[in-house]
Structures are given as C-alpha cells and as structure tokens.
C-alpha cells in the first residue's frame, strides 16, 4: 500500500528538483557571462541530486545518496576547473563574454549570426602587460581594536 503523504513529499522534492534544475538551464542558455553561467551549471547539477535523494528516500535505499555523492565530486572537479578557465581567459580578453571567444571555435561551426555582428563591429585587442590577479592583503598581527565600555567584563 502507497502512502498519501510519502507521494506528496516525493513529488513536492521532485517539483522542487525540477524548478532548480530548469532556472539553470534557463541562466546557462540565456546569459553570456562564463561566471554566471558556470553557477547556472552548478545549480542544473544540484537538481538532478535533489532528485536522486528523493527517489532514493522513497524506494528506501541508499543508491540515490550515493550518486549525490559522485554529482558533488563532479561538480567540485568542475568548479576547479572552471575556475582556471576563467582567469586565463580573463587575462587575454579583460572580459569574461563568451561572445569575444569566437575564434577558438571549431573549423566549420558557423557563429550565429548575433555573435558574427557582434565580432565584427568590435574586434578586442589583448592587454598587453603583464598578467594580473587579485591582491589579497597580507596576514599578521590582528589590529588593535577600540575598547567599548560595554563589552568589558566586571571584575
């Protein structure tokens, strides 16, 4: 016998698994930024988990958790990955659009025809110079901090 309620919650999960699975896919296909778009992948990823870890709490076994498990090393994997990718090719471009990335394309794979105006009107040049990355402050010795009276502890 089927119970109501483990039906409502299996399909409140998958709704849920679904609606986070389709806004990925939505912000990967609509947007040009390689940051947003690696995110939007991210969250394509965690709906397929969240849906995994529905059926495998519905069927009573532990096969959906472990799949989660292999998704979240993946996309670990590819976060990483990403990551590189998109400080290289920020250092050549000074820009992260994928519209200005049209030359790497595979020979003979047309531009669509947005991205072919968009190539021709603008032509970017590389930075030259030296690369560069973020500078992040040193660490040491914490600040002195002013003292409130408040925080003070009574003796």
């Not at 483990?6 to 698994?17: C, E, I």
């Not at 603008?122 to 003292?147: C, D, F, K, Q, R």
């Amino acid at each position: 016998m089927i119970d109501v309620f483990t039906l409502d919650l299996l399909r409140n999960y998958l709704l849920a698994g679904a609606a986070l699975f389709i806004l990925g896919m939505l912000g990967f296909l609509s947007r040009r930024n390689l940051i947003v778009m690696f995110l939007s992948a991210e969250m394509m990823l965690q709906g397929t988990a969240l849906t995994l870890v529905a059926f495998g709490r519905y069927h009573g076994n532990l096969t959906g958790q472990v799949f989660t498990i292999v998704i979240l090393t993946v996309a670990a994997c590819e976060a990483s990955i990403a990551l590189a990718l998109i400080v290289i090719l920020y250092n050549q471009r000074s820009s992260l659009d994928v519209t200005l990335w049209q030359d790497i394309r595979e020979e003979g794979v047309p531009a669509t025809p947005q991205m072919q105006e968009e190539a021709e009107a603008e032509p970017i040049e590389p930075v030259p110079g030296p690369e560069s990355y973020p500078i992040l402050t040193p660490a040491g010795i914490e600040p002195a901090h002013p003292v409130q009276p408040w925080l003070e502890r009574r003796k």
